[in-house]
């Protein structure tokens, strides 16, 4: 699985004004939890980006005092007004302790209904699963292949070994619609068999 390395540095000082401070220098604070103790730290935004800006799940890995912890991305809050970065949250993973994390869907197949003239609709992209650290991956794959004409596939569709899906079990995942263009051959078709 994909990883990025954060260099931090510990905080010191907490409260608004060193906040402040921080983020004047382009820094952004954070904090890593979820272990045996929460460690507070701050890091360039820039080494944020890859971690932030991306649709990916993957890891971090932030080296703070000499010490290397290894996360996912919980939390994100921005700016209100200027739309940067404001602070981070970080789960450190426990190799005995079971997380929550969002994975992406990855589909793959080409859909029965899509080669009968349908469209597909992929209506969710992402699960949320609580499993074992060592059991996170960058995506699961949805296998869109048996997906019919006016068919859908369900959360509780879904096959993630060794992860237990949070997502309600009926919520559709993807469906294939009739296009108009197909609905109106299939209207000539009726209207010419009276």
Same mark, same amino acid.
């Given at each position: /699985?994909?990883?990025?390395?954060?260099?931090?540095? *510990?905080?010191?000082? !907490?409260?608004?004004?060193?906040?402040?401070? #921080?983020?004047?220098?382009?820094?952004?604070?954070?904090?890593?939890?979820?272990?045996?103790?929460?460690?507070?730290?701050?890091?360039?935004?820039?080494?944020?980006?890859? #971690?932030?800006?991306?649709?990916?799940?993957?890891?971090?890995?932030?080296?703070?005092?000499?010490?290397?912890?290894?996360?996912?991305?919980?939390?994100?809050?921005?700016?209100? &007004?200027?739309?940067?970065?404001?602070?981070?949250?970080?789960?450190?993973?426990?190799?005995?302790?079971?997380?929550?994390?969002?994975?992406?869907?990855?589909?793959?197949?080409?859909?029965?209904? &899509?080669?009968?003239?349908?469209?597909?609709?992929?209506?969710?992209?992402?699960?949320?699963?609580?499993?074992?650290?060592?059991?996170?991956?960058?995506?699961?794959?949805?296998? *869109?292949?048996?997906?019919?004409?006016?068919?859908?596939?369900?959360?509780?569709? &879904?096959?993630?070994?060794?992860?237990?899906?949070? !997502?309600?079990?009926?919520?559709?995942?993807?469906?294939?619609? /009739?296009?108009?263009?197909?609905?109106?051959?299939?209207?000539?078709?009726?209207?010419?068999?009276?």
């Amino acid at each position: /699985m994909k990883t990025i390395t954060i260099e931090g540095h *510990l905080r010191t000082e !907490n409260g608004k004004k060193a906040t402040r401070q #921080l983020r004047s220098q382009e820094m952004v604070p954070g904090v890593i939890y979820g272990g045996s103790a929460e460690i507070n730290f701050y890091a360039p935004a820039k080494a944020f980006k890859s #971690l932030v800006y991306t649709p990916d799940f993957q890891l971090a890995e932030v080296n703070v005092d000499g010490k290397t912890y290894k996360t996912i991305l919980k939390d994100l809050q921005f700016d209100k &007004v200027s739309d940067a970065l404001a602070h981070v949250d970080l789960l450190e993973l426990v190799e005995d302790k079971k997380v929550v994390a969002t994975i992406p869907l990855k589909f793959t197949g080409a859909a029965k209904g &899509v080669k009968d003239g349908g469209k597909l609709i992929t209506k969710i992209n992402k699960l949320k699963v609580k499993t074992y650290p060592k059991y996170l991956k960058e995506s699961i794959e949805v296998d *869109l292949t048996p997906l019919e004409l006016n068919g859908n596939i369900r959360v509780e569709d &879904v096959k993630a070994d060794n992860m237990e899906i949070m !997502n309600s079990p009926r919520i559709p995942i993807a469906s294939i619609v /009739m296009t108009r263009q197909l609905k109106q051959e299939e209207a000539k078709g009726d209207t010419g068999k009276k």
